[in-house]
């Protein structure tokens, strides 16, 4: 769910990521390396995803939300 969160904010803020698993899951399920570039393709379905994720967990949001600007467009 965390990893989902990720992507689709750091989507809503102008960048293109791509997810990959570096370590096989059988070894350690913490192993997710989120690759971004800025490109400034700010995506609004990407963020009312994750605004509607925030909602089901109760408006529950992760940290990452408070580090990255805000969308501008």
Known sequence: MTDA???LLVRSRGYEVTA???VPSEH???NRL???IRRGNYLKGAA???RSMTAA???AGIALEGLL???TV
């Open 5 to 7: 969160m990720r992507v």
């Open 20 to 22: 990959t698993e570096f």
């Open 28 to 30: 350690t399920p913490k």
């Open 34 to 36: 989120l690759l971004g």
């Open 48 to 50: 009312e995803e994750y």
């Open 57 to 59: 967990l109760a408006g």
């Open 69 to 71: 600007p805000e969308a």
